[in-house]
């Protein structure tokens, strides 16, 4: 079920649990007795930053203004959480807790008891016995769980499908086969697009899936709008990396669409974009998108994929703490929210994300001197949540989530945890011996032990420094980028399999060496996609925003920040 619950802290070190050698999963656990080497820290939770309600603003016209045909009884929402009629929002911050903002009641926190919500799809009333819509929620794992009967703050879990991590993207377009249920469309890395049919059935909510079509890789966000057209069936949107936004209009079957209707350019200005229904009862979807820097428009609906001229939605900047919107487009980010940093005397900070491309203040997260000469590593998380966690190197032994896993890591210099590897969900990372030699750990579910190590390559000693965190090829699997001593910078792309889990280096640039200080903070501009930050030798922070285009993943530098000279490390 869903409920609410209080905010929690984020661990970075700690003791006990399975151990775990740097070759080989061990079969007993460490000794509880034996400590961290350093006491254990927490990370302050990202605060939620939204508005309390959803405002929906004045439309231009009467209600005449829908398409010809279509009446003006208003098309049944597929997120109503407060019963007026009119869909409301849900969003999940990057530390994982889910709150909902509705037009009329106060926003309310909740969460499910499972596991991780990296994204969530409402899909309406879906058993139609008008107590709330049904929405799903897809988890790190690839776990899709839908819930009933959705109010503000609960909702019942009625089932749940494991496999769906094969998709970069879920969505729900609305009713594709006419029975009045919303539908499911499903896209693979490689560009595929399949449909699950609704079954109206809580126990078994999808037929077995269809295939649409393939080349749907070109596209970064994929917008479940509804009807449009006023044909009874969904559709949707979908837009290109450079801003170019397509109409995808029913043609009466579930497994099949009409040819792209172009309905826009310089859509790229957005990090989201929502399906948000018929918020101005013309029986026409609406839109929301949400602006780099956190502000809200919406656009009214004129049929056909066709939107009015947009208009802001509350104050300017007050969706900037939403890590991820229900129904929207993009392709969503988890597993690192921020990054550490370590001044000259051993004291860590965190920087938590503003999904606007900046870094919050930073707060302290260590006793002062804590961590002086500590050999510490930050990586994508390894639990069931989506709280990076710092790892450290002590005396042979490797720490973190409060976990020892165990000796032989005395030969390790660089350690970079992008995520998901292999495809099953959780937190891999890799790791490069003194000898140049690549090694691929992949954790359990609970990030408490890693199963036997893979062997990526020779060669890697050629780099000085080795970082991910996310996806930066614009496919959803996770990828490396590395630095070699010349300054020229590589990108790795993950392919999603364990026994190989890169594809051949691709050079992305040069000059690099200019930057004593790389970092990969996960998505800090809140579009799903992953930045790179950089430091030059007078402390000047630089932002290199994802592309999510392969072969020019980040766009040019942008300074966002001084002063950074002050630390030694950056994580």
Known sequence: MFFLHSKRARRVAGCTALALSAGMLLAGPASADSPAPRPAVEKPAQAPAAPSKRIVPQADGSRSAGIAGVTADPIAPRADLDGDGTSDLLYRTGGGSVYSVSTTAESSEFTSTSEFAKDIIPIGDQDKNGSGPEILTLSKFGSLALFGDATTSYASQRWSGAGWQIYNKVFSPGDLSGDGRADVLARTPAGELWVYVSTGSPNAPFHARQKIGNGWHVYDQLIGLGD???????????????????????????????????????????????????????????????????????????????????????????????????????????????????????????????????????????????????????????????????????????????????????????????????????????????????WLYRSNYDGTALHARLKVGSGWGAYDRIVGSGDYSGDGLNDLVARAKDGNLYLYRGTGKGDAPFKSRVKIGGGWNAYPKIVAPGDITGDGKADLLAVNSGGELFRYSGTGEAGVPFKPRVSIGRGYQIYNGLY
């Open 228 to 438: 449009s057209d006023g044909d009874g069936r969904g559709d949707f949107l979908a837009r290109t990396p450079s801003g170019g936004l397509y109409y995808y209009g029913s043609t009466g079957s579930p497994y099949s669409v009409k040819l792209a209707k172009s309905v826009g350019h310089g859509w790229g200005i957005y990090n989201q974009i929502v399906g948000i229904d018929d918020d101005n009862r013309n029986g026409v979807p609406d839109l929301l998108a949400r602006g780099n820097d956190g502000t809200l428009w919406e656009y009214f609906g004129t049929g056909s994929g066709g939107f009015s001229a947009r208009k802001q939605v509350g104050t300017a900047g007050a969706w900037a703490g939403a890590a991820q919107l229900s129904g929207a487009g993009n392709v969503p980010a988890h597993g690192k929210e921020g990054l550490v940093a370590r001044d000259k005397a051993g004291t860590l900070f965190w920087y938590n994300t503003l999904n606007t491309g900046k870094l919050a203040a930073r707060a302290q997260i260590s006793s002062d001197g804590g961590w002086t000469g500590a050999t510490l590593f930050e990586v994508n998380s390894l639990g069931r949540n989506g709280i990076s966690d710092t790892l450290e190197i002590y005396q042979g032994h490797l720490y973190g989530n409060d976990t020892d896993f165990g000796g032989g890591w005395s030969g390790i210099n660089q350690i970079a945890g992008p995520g998901d590897l292999n495809g099953d969900g959780t937190g891999d990372f890799v790791a490069r011996d003194r000898s140049g030699v690549l």
